[in-house]
């Protein structure tokens, strides 16, 4: 391929997160130029349904004019202050109000950052500090799961449950350990039930608990639905079953809510939908549509009474970014839940999830689909070489790769993780929108099943 001077000045002078990038040399940078609704558009002018919500992120769609203006406002009012030292200002207030309000009593206060990663960073430094306070101090380590996606810092890279992100990092550091992924269709036994399943999931992640010592373990971190990891859906009691041993050996559980909340699953949290009563929740990317950069760590009252009160050694938590609550960011995530709320995106969410699923449950019989999973508006589709007995495809010759790729030619954007393909587009979706993703997305399936 000839590639333009946009695309060659591209691959000279960026290196591109998660990105091959003999490969980017040889097949292009693809330009995208604009949004408008769920929708992306490339600089040849080419459309895209944006099935992936650009990284499971942009709720209100691609050109929602009230967060450009909401934007614009503040800018002109107080383009930057700090909340460090007893500053703060309006916007960084009414979203920490709005946010644990929308906890409906849950949580107690907020915490600000530009990122889920450092949200996550944060949240270690957090558990790590009320423990000292509290004189516990080996009572440090952090149980994540295979296949979690918690961010990529040296700590929450850490948590992170998946293989590329630790090799040739010298991580995972020794203090964060993990635990098994609930995915019943790969880790499920022959005849083991879901129910029994989710009961061997606790029983090992108790186990581990056990050869760790309970005395060294601090918190137990986990999404409500695995995003990055390929979107899995855990078992309907599987919460139920870690939040009773995490209380048992008095371990802290963290919600990272940062895909799942403001109604991805449906619901406004994705804690609602498990009956999650985290201890600490971390939220991010639909927080702004991801229009800017931001994410919150909410604490509830028992790690925040203990984080506040110390007035001695520990009476300053000396931890936070410059634009920690930045007054343009917060004021655009203000306006973000408006439209959140006066669209009733959740619920349409809800239904049009319902939509998303039974559409893609239809395509099981594919003689290339191994599994349909999901709940609300994000789903996967696992592809295998086998149906029979589930064997993966060669992981060179990666399918999930080729799907992803020919999708491009269809107008279609959704992501590969190994051969499952993630669907997760703007909570503003229609019916019919839907419906145009499945058959854009059947119409690849059955080309690359030719080929
Ligand atoms: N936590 C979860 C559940 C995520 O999905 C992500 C990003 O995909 C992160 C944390 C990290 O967020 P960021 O990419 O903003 O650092």
Redesign the pocket.
């Known amino acids: 391929t000839t590639l333009s001077t946009a695309q060659h000045r591209d691959i000279t002078y960026q290196l591109h997160p998660y990105t091959n990038a003999v490969k980017h040399r040889q097949i292009g940078p693809r330009i995208i130029e604009r949004g408008e609704g769920i929708y992306v558009y490339d600089d040849q002018g080419k459309q895209y349904i944006e099935a992936m919500a650009g990284?499971?992120s942009v709720a209100v769609g691609f050109n929602e004019e009230r967060l450009v203006d909401a934007a614009h406002r503040q800018m002109q009012k107080l383009p930057f202050y700090h909340t460090f030292t007893h500053k703060t200002h309006t916007p960084s207030i009414e979203l920490a109000e709005r946010l644990v309000q929308a906890t409906q009593g849950q949580m107690s206060t907020a915490f600000f950052t530009n990122?889920?990663?450092?949200?996550?960073d944060t949240v270690i430094k957090m558990v790590w500090y009320y423990n000292n306070a509290l004189g516990r101090h080996d009572k440090k380590k952090i149980i994540a799961r295979n296949r979690g996606?918690?961010?990529?810092t040296v700590a929450?890279a850490s948590l992170t449950g998946l293989t590329p992100n630790h090799r040739g990092f010298d991580l995972p550091l020794p203090t964060m350990k993990h635990t098994l992924c609930p995915h019943y269709y790969r880790e499920g036994l022959p005849g083991e039930s879901e129910e029994d399943f989710a009961t061997r999931m606790t029983n090992e992640l108790e186990a581990l608990i056990l050869r760790e010592g309970p005395d060294t373990v601090a918190a137990f971190i986990g999404?409500p639905v695995m995003?990055?990891g390929g979107v899995i859906v855990p078992p309907n009691t599987y919460w139920d079953k870690v939040q009773a041993v995490c209380r048992k050996y008095d371990i802290l559980v963290v919600a990272?809510e940062?895909?799942t909340g403001f109604g991805r699953l449906g619901t406004f949290f994705g804690s609602e939908k498990y009956n999650i009563k985290a201890d600490i929740m971390?939220l991010?990317?639909q927080i702004t549509s991801s229009y800017l950069?931001l994410?919150a760590v909410l604490l509830n009252d028992k790690v925040n009474s203990v984080i506040t009160r110390q007035s001695g050694e520990l009476g300053t938590f000396g931890h936070g970014y410059t634009a920690s609550g930045h007054p343009v960011t917060t004021a655009v995530a203000i306006e973000n839940l408006n439209i959140i709320q006066e669209k009733g995106l959740v619920q349409n969410a809800a239904s049009t999830g319902q939509v998303l699923q039974s559409a893609l449950r239809e395509l099981s019989d594919h003689p290339l689909v191994g599994e349909v999973r999901g709940t609300g508006l994000i789903a996967a589709v696992e592809l295998v070489a086998d149906k029979d007995s589930r064997r993966p495809f060669d992981p060179l010759g990666s399918v999930g790769a080729a799907v992803y790729e020919r999708a491009h030619e269809h107008g279609l954007i959704v992501r590969g993780i190994q051969d499952s393909i993630a669907f997760c587009p703007p909570l503003i979706i229609t019916e019919a929108q839907v419906r145009d993703i499945v058959e854009r997305f059947v119409t690849t399936l059955d080309e690359v099943h030719k080929t």
């Open positions: 990284l499971w990122s889920g990663s450092e949200a996550n996606y918690h961010g990529v929450s999404e995003g990055a990272d940062v895909i971390v991010s990317k950069p994410a």
